[in-house]
């Protein structure tokens, strides 16, 4: 247990409905990461915060995709509109942030979604 | 397009030999590096981190850093079944300021450690 949890681990939903993912990182850690993993594949990045500050997301990353930190401490992803090639693992890192030793991220234990 | 490049295998190894992975990436600029281990359906566990330029060992780990040849390698001695997973390598994107932010991963070495 590296101390990231998520909530749900796992989610089952209907092609169109929204869902939303939760992710509270270490509590001293000031970055927080989400990433989406397939079957045979490396994660792949979504997008980040420092603290409360979203400072990237993916390129890649769809409108129906939306992350938010309020706090600076947990982190809420909502996909819209979901689509089957939106089933994969969604994984939330976190790591200290600047200076030093500190871009160790850390993984939580991921939530499953599948879409039918 | 910054990659990081692994041998996806699967590598198989008797128990108790030296299993040895992969990595290349393609920006010069990388400063850290890091190995991911992932077994099947859970999420990916940071086992070893580098910064310099050598080898750094932990335990029956040992990574190796050549950053002018722009490689990484993971050594595992005396492999044992409970190894048997898929290694990560993945690297930070370095911003503009030069700090560290997102990690692109390779797609991930899978090993198979026979007893």
């Known amino acids: 247990d590296t101390g990231v949890s998520q909530d749900p681990r796992h989610k089952i939903t209907k092609r169109g409905q929204n869902v939303t993912f939760r992710c509270d990182p270490i509590?001293?850690?000031?970055?927080l990461y989400w990433y989406r993993q397939t079957l045979g594949q490396g994660p792949e990045f979504l997008t980040y915060f420092q603290n409360e500050a979203q400072l990237e997301k993916s390129r890649l990353l769809s409108d129906r995709f939306s992350a938010e930190r309020p706090k600076g401490s947990f982190s809420t992803l909502e996909i819209q509109r979901t689509e089957q090639g939106d089933s994969a693992m969604y994984l939330c890192?976190?790591?200290?942030?600047?200076?030093?030793?500190?871009?160790?991220?850390?993984f939580g234990p991921g939530t499953r979604l599948t879409v039918t | 397009q910054k990659e990081v490049e692994q041998n996806s295998g699967p590598l198989s190894v008797p128990e108790g030999a030296i299993a040895s992975l992969n990595c290349t990436y393609s920006d010069r600029g990388s400063q850290s590096f890091f190995w991911y281990r992932q077994y099947s359906g859970k999420s990916p566990e940071l086992i070893m981190f580098?910064?310099?330029?050598g080898d750094k060992e932990d335990g029956r780990f040992t990574a190796q850093l050549n950053k002018a040849s722009q490689y990484v390698s993971l050594l595992i001695r005396d492999s044992q079944p409970s190894d048997s997973a898929t290694y990560l390598c993945?690297?930070?994107?370095?911003?503009?300021?030069?700090?560290?932010?997102?990690?692109?991963f390779g797609k991930g070495t899978k090993l198979s450690v026979k007893p």
């Open positions: 580098i910064y310099s330029n």
């Open positions: 890192a976190s790591s200290l942030g600047l200076g030093g030793r500190t871009y160790e991220q850390y």
């Open positions: 993945a690297v930070p994107l370095m911003n503009y300021g030069g700090s560290q932010g997102n990690l692109i």
């Open positions: 509590s001293e850690h000031n970055r």
